[in-house]
């Protein structure tokens, strides 16, 4: 298992599905996730996904600039880095963010999300 593979394939999973069907992300929460959204702190798969559906933009597209990964401790987990580029509205200016992943897995080649935290990136 390559570990820059899967983070590639993972953050484009992620993002795709993000643009084009927030509430689909719930799949890669457990009711042990966190989530971090602009320092406001959500727990489980439900209240993440809940948060991620009511954000204040209907349509987004995501472009990823740079994706970073390294091994998480003895069980085979992962933190991904991602900082990138978002834009909620046409014509609108993109908004810089970074989100950091940490992806633990749940069989071979699977992952789920363990913590997410999330930051626009204002300057």
Known sequence: MDPNGVAKAFVNHYYTTFDTNRAALVGLYQEG?????????????????????????AACKHQVTT??????????????????????????HPLKFSQMFHL????????????????????
């Open 67 to 92: 994706v970073d990964c390294q091994p998480a401790g003895p069980t085979g987990g992962m933190l991904v880095f991602v900082s990138g580029a978002l834009q909620v509205g046409e014509g609108e």
């Open 33 to 57: 996730s966190m989530l971090t959204f602009e320092g406001d702190k959500y727990m489980g798969a439900t209240a993440i996904t809940g948060k991620l559906t009511s954000l204040p933009f």
């Open 104 to 123: 633990m897995p749940v069989g071979p080649g699977n992952f789920y999300v363990q913590n997410d935290m999330f930051r626009l990136n204002y300057g």
